[in-house]
């Protein structure tokens, strides 16, 4: 639920504000409760592990992601300079990435409707964050990006490898524009294995029953 909160906070912030140096009171305090249920999870987790220590060391990232940098600095009343701004911009958009794995994983549970719901939710997530990231970046200075439909658009078009009339011009943007279709092409087969299952064991039973005696 911390995650869902985080991604659908983060997705505000950045549809109706495109600046995330300077937060929404709202959004911090979102944020602060993500990182305060993030964190408590991590220690918890960490305490019941059988081996702390190399909890610790394997999950480390995860703890780095889950401080909320933000609430401390003005907390504290530290001014931050532009590339300490961009370098706690880029951490939040790496705790979105947390939070879209931990969603993932939690909608895959079900062994039974695993690889159909990996495969959809895997690309709507990818594809919405693309679109998150692209708007981020390029919106405050890609005269083709009017809103955030035209970069939602854009990344639709380039998970299914078709491609778009936006280019990116930041090198954000660029980034993205080059791992989109590489998520698509690695995930459509995926569907396409499902399909043919599916008709595996359709054909199997209709074989099986065909030879059953009366």
């Known amino acids: 639920m911390a995650s869902l909160l985080l991604l659908a906070s983060l997705s505000v912030e950045i549809i109706y504000t495109q600046e995330l140096s300077q937060f929404t009171d709202v959004y911090e305090a979102a944020m602060l409760v993500v990182c305060l249920i993030f964190i408590l999870d991590f220690f918890v987790l960490m305490a019941v592990s059988p081996h702390p220590a190399r909890f610790l060391v394997r999950n480390f ?21 532009h590339d300490e701004q961009l370098v706690l911009g880029g951490v939040v958009m790496l705790r979105g990435v947390m939070a879209i794995y931990i969603t993932l994983r939690w909608l895959i549970a079900r062994p039974s409707t695993r690889l159909l719901w990996a495969y959809i939710t895997t690309v709507v997530v990818c594809t919405y964050f693309g679109a998150l990231l692209f708007y981020e970046y390029e919106a405050p200075v890609n005269s083709a990006v009017r809103g955030f439909g035209d970069a939602l658009w854009w990344a639709a078009m ?31 087969p995926v569907f396409t294995v499902y399909v043919t299952s599916l008709y595996d064991r359709s054909g199997t039973g209709v074989a099986d029953n065909s030879v059953k005696p009366k």
């Open 158 to 188: 380039n998970m299914t490898t078709v491609g778009a009339e936006i280019f990116p011009v930041t090198a954000i943007g660029k980034v993205i524009c080059v791992l989109l279709p590489i998520i698509g092409m690695a995930m459509f």
């Open 61 to 81: 990232v995860v703890l780095l992601l889950s401080v909320p940098y933000h609430t401390i600095a003005k907390y504290l009343d530290i001014a931050l300079s």
